[in-house]
């Protein structure tokens, strides 16, 4: 069974950081997952909350109740840092994608649109910022990295990727969904994954991962179920 590691080392201080996926690399895992959104000038950053305050510092503390919609060189200019990590800073893509790369390590990239006006844009620069990597880095994305979104606009500028669609629990409407996008994988939280919906996904041949399982017990009845991967926040399961 697959096991990624939860926005990096598991939520918590050095989550969506790149010292946070050194952790996770070190602890022995082949996959991480992490979160990206999009600054105000269109840089993907890797940043899981609407609010800056709650993962990220600031030295304007009005930044702690706002969206992070700001320019990018904005926040670096504020000494923007991980909340409880000092001189940690949060990545950008590019960045994030240098260290899997470097590291042999696959990713699973989880878009976080702010808005609906702006999922269409994250999935776009997410894209763009690929596109603009070297040949050989664009291949390993594309044979080793999922994409997954609650948002699924933000998946439809990178179709031809595998696609994940994001839910809590599956919805009746969930196939025509996965359908239009093409979408391998179905990503559900632990409490939707009961048997009923596990089948009703595999009938269709997609992939089923869960999120966010950190005991072994249950991390055993999901791998009997056929599900092929589990986000943990542990960094031993």
Same mark, same amino acid.
Not at 72 to 98: C, M, N, W
């Given at each position: 069974? *697959?096991?990624? $590691?939860?926005?990096?080392?598991?939520?918590?201080?050095?989550?969506?950081?790149?010292?946070?996926?050194?952790?996770?690399?070190?602890?022995?895992?082949?996959?991480?997952?992490?979160?990206?959104?999009?600054?105000?000038?269109?840089?993907?950053?890797?940043?899981?909350?609407?609010?800056?305050?709650?993962?990220?510092?600031?030295?304007?503390?009005?930044?702690?109740?706002?969206?992070?919609?700001?320019?990018?060189?904005?926040?670096?200019?504020?000494?923007?840092?991980?909340?409880?990590?000092?001189?940690?800073?949060?990545?950008?893509?590019?960045?994030?994608?240098?260290?899997?790369?470097?590291?042999?390590?696959?990713?699973?990239? *989880?878009?976080?649109?702010?808005?609906?006006?702006?999922?269409?844009?994250?999935?776009?620069?997410?894209?763009?910022?690929?596109?603009?990597?070297?040949?050989?880095?664009?291949?390993?994305?594309?044979?080793?990295?999922?994409?997954?979104?609650?948002?699924?606009?933000?998946?439809?500028?990178?179709?031809?990727?595998?696609?994940?669609?994001?839910? *809590?629990?599956?919805?009746?409407?969930?196939?025509?969904?996965?359908?239009?996008?093409? $979408?391998?994988?179905?990503?559900?939280?632990?409490?939707?994954?009961?048997?009923? $919906?596990?089948?009703?996904?595999?009938?269709?041949?997609?992939?089923?991962?869960?999120?966010?399982?950190?005991?072994? *017990?249950?991390?055993?009845?999901?791998?009997?179920?056929?599900?092929?991967?589990?986000?943990?926040?542990?960094?031993?399961?």
């Amino acid at each position: 069974m *697959e096991l990624w $590691a939860h926005r990096g080392s598991g939520k918590g201080e050095l989550e969506n950081t790149l010292k946070g996926f050194e952790i996770a690399r070190i602890a022995g895992f082949k996959a991480v997952e992490f979160d990206v959104m999009l600054t105000a000038d269109g840089i993907p950053m890797i940043h899981h909350d609407w609010v800056m305050g709650r993962c990220a510092r600031s030295v304007d503390p009005a930044m702690a109740a706002t969206d992070p919609l700001t320019r990018f060189d904005s926040l670096r200019a504020r000494d923007l840092r991980h909340y409880s990590v000092k001189g940690e800073p949060i990545p950008s893509l590019v960045q994030t994608i240098e260290f899997c790369v470097n590291h042999g390590m696959r990713a699973n990239v *989880e878009l976080k649109a702010t808005h609906p006006a702006n999922a269409i844009a994250l999935g776009k620069a997410v894209r763009a910022a690929i596109e603009n990597l070297p040949h050989d880095q664009q291949r390993l994305i594309g044979q080793h990295w999922v994409f997954s979104s609650f948002y699924h606009a933000s998946l439809l500028p990178l179709q031809g990727y595998d696609l994940a669609l994001l839910y *809590e629990q599956l919805p009746d409407n969930w196939a025509l969904h996965a359908d239009a996008l093409h $979408a391998s994988a179905i990503h559900l939280h632990w409490s939707g994954a009961e048997p009923t $919906a596990l089948r009703r996904i595999h009938t269709t041949g997609r992939v089923v991962r869960v999120y966010t399982v950190n005991g072994a *017990e249950q991390a055993k009845t999901l791998q009997a179920l056929g599900v092929k991967g589990l986000f943990t926040d542990r960094m031993t399961l």
